[in-house]
């Protein structure tokens, strides 16, 4: 599969998108999952909540399979305020023994970042970001 192609799984609800690269030759499959909290949820009159799941499926530069992580973006936003707001990113990671990876986290406004640490050497990074129209990244 081309890096820029999108593949559309007949009868599911995901959609597999780009190969990331992350550093030294780590890599991730990005599957992405679509139409999560499809109606938003008003917390006021103008604010609204959002939920989108990323699920990462991460290989060394060998291409041997590491570990699937999956992430939970979790925002605020308004387009009437042409505001919004990480409000939480939530993350569990499968199929790896828990002493071999590490993961740190940081939520600044509407962006947040996942730095991942496998056997102990820093291996990339994921950006998040919220935007005011309540649509939720991964890059």
């Known amino acids: 599969m ?4 999108t593949v559309y799984a007949e009868g599911k609800d995901i959609v597999i998108g780009e190969i990331m690269d992350l550093c030294d030759g780590y890599t991730c499959a990005v599957i992405e999952g679509r139409g999560e909290n499809g109606e938003a949820e008003p917390l006021s009159i103008t604010d609204k909540t959002k939920t989108k799941t990323f699920i ?5 530069k060998n291409g041997n399979f590491i570990c699937t992580l999956q992430v939970v973006v979790k925002g605020m936003y308004s ?3 042409r505001t919004s707001e990480i ?3 939530n993350y569990t990671y499968s199929e790896i023994d828990s002493s071999l ?3 740190s986290d940081n939520i600044s406004g509407n962006t947040a970042v996942l730095r991942l640490y496998y ?8 950006n998040y970001r919220i935007s005011y129209n309540g649509n939720i990244e991964q890059s």
């Not at 081309?2 to 192609?5: N, T, V, W």
């Not at 990462?56 to 060394?60: A, L």
């Not at 056997?119 to 994921?126: Q, T, V, W």
């Open 79 to 81: 387009p009437t305020d």
């Open 2 to 5: 081309a890096a820029d192609e």
């Open 101 to 103: 990876i590490s993961i």
């Open 119 to 126: 056997l102990g050497k820093y291996i990339g990074n994921f």
């Open 56 to 60: 990462n499926n991460i290989s060394d």
């Open 87 to 89: 409000t939480s990113l």
